[in-house]
Every structure is written in C-alpha cells, then in structure tokens.
C-alpha cells in the first residue's frame, strides 16, 4: 500500500464548477500536510498548507481529518488556469521527508 | 533571488557512462532533497540532506550518491547509469520554522539513458 494515495483522475469539470479531490495516508506519525500543483512539464509548486482547523486562500479550502487520515482539496468556481495535476504532500517530522501522492489530474473545460 | 536551480536542464546517457546533477539554492535554507519523477509513480525521494554535512537515504537511494558540499549546494551522482534511471530529477530546498514553511522546487533535469 503506498503511503499516500490519491485517485489520479483526470476531472473533467466545466468551468465554474466545484471540484473535491481527496487523499488519504497510511503513516499516522505524519505531522504536516500540503497541496501542491505541478503543470504539464513543469516543477511542482507548494499550493497550499493543510491546518487541523482547515484553512482557506480565495477559491481554495483544504481540510485534514487526523481520526480518519485523510485530507482534501476543494476548489470552487474552476477556471481554465487551474487545469494541471494536484499533488498531496505530508511529512514526517524524522528528517523533515516530504512524501507524496501520485497526483490528481485536473481539466477544466470551457 | 534565483529560488533552485539545476543543471543541466536535459542529458542523454549511455549505459554505464556517469555524471553528475548539480542543485544550488540561494535562500538559506537548511534541508535540500532530491526526488525521481517516473510517469505513474509520483515523486520518489532518493536522498535528502536535513543540514549542511548531513546526508540520508530515501525511498530509492541504490544507484545513486550526494554530496553537500555546502549549505547552498547538493548534487546528485550515477556513477554507471542505468536505462531504469531515465526519469524527470527534482531538487528541492526546504526551511520550516513554527508552522511556517518555504518549499520550492528546480525545474528539473530530463535525463535519459540508452
């Protein structure tokens, strides 16, 4: 089983929709957890932090549930530009390690 | 501020031919990390240095050495590549502190090896 598992999609959602992805992780020492984006060809980027409260940034909310060890990403009102693959990132405190999931892909329609 | 860089951008291998991948990063920060990316398979760590003049191995170390030869450089070596070595490699440098985190990425060296 790998440590962190994510469906790899693709979403094919129309502009303006809300989109969900999901992720859960075996390892319940993980201590951090993120959302990355990666386009096509391109490096991943640290979207966002994911925080025991939740936390939002504009379009994007994130949640964690420790008890279940899962964590999601909701994006609402999808546009083109947010078409690309979202990566889910924990971490472990030893060694400060980052694992991640095999990503979710993305496409948004017009 | 140039974030992460790597070099080279791509490279063509023989088998059993070596070289080296050279990652820089001008943020001061303590931890730097190489990963492997395969199609299907996600980021892979192979080897990550938590401070300067440490090194550990990753998920997929054999095959592969580093060295940090200082706090802003870690490179990456194959000493006899392989063909299951062509894959996309990743740099990355990290700091933490109370919650706060930097994390950036390279933008990858493409290598492949015939």
């Known amino acids: 089983r790998k440590e962190v598992e994510q469906d790899p999609g693709p979403f094919n959602v129309p502009e303006g929709a809300t989109v969900a992805f999901n992720c859960t992780y075996s390892n319940s020492a993980s201590q951090s957890f993120f959302w990355y984006r990666q386009d096509c060809r391109k490096e991943p980027k640290l979207l966002m932090s994911v925080y025991s409260s939740g936390n939002e940034d504009g379009r994007f909310t994130a949640q964690l549930n420790r008890a279940s060890q899962y964590i999601s990403l909701l994006i609402r009102d999808s546009k083109l530009s947010d078409s690309a693959t979202y990566l889910c990132v924990v971490r472990t405190n030893a060694g400060n390690m980052l694992t991640f999931g095999g990503g979710t892909r993305l496409m948004v329609k017009p | 501020n140039a974030g992460v860089t790597q070099t080279p951008k791509f490279q063509v291998l023989k088998t059993g031919q070596s070289m080296t991948l050279q990652c820089a990063q001008d943020m001061n920060h303590n931890s730097m990390y190489w990963y492997r990316q395969d199609p299907g398979m996600g980021l892979r760590l192979i080897y990550y240095?938590?401070?300067?003049?440490?090194?550990d191995k990753g998920e997929v170390p054999n095959g592969y050495n580093v060295s940090r030869l200082n706090k802003r450089e870690f490179s990456l070596r194959l000493e006899s590549a392989a063909p299951s070595q062509t894959s996309v490699y990743f740099c990355?440098?990290?700091?933490?502190?109370?919650?706060?985190?930097?994390?950036?990425f390279g933008p990858g060296t493409r290598l492949t090896v015939t």
């Open positions: 990355a440098s990290i700091w933490t502190s109370g919650g706060d985190d930097e994390q950036y």
């Open positions: 240095s938590a401070s300067e003049g440490t090194t």
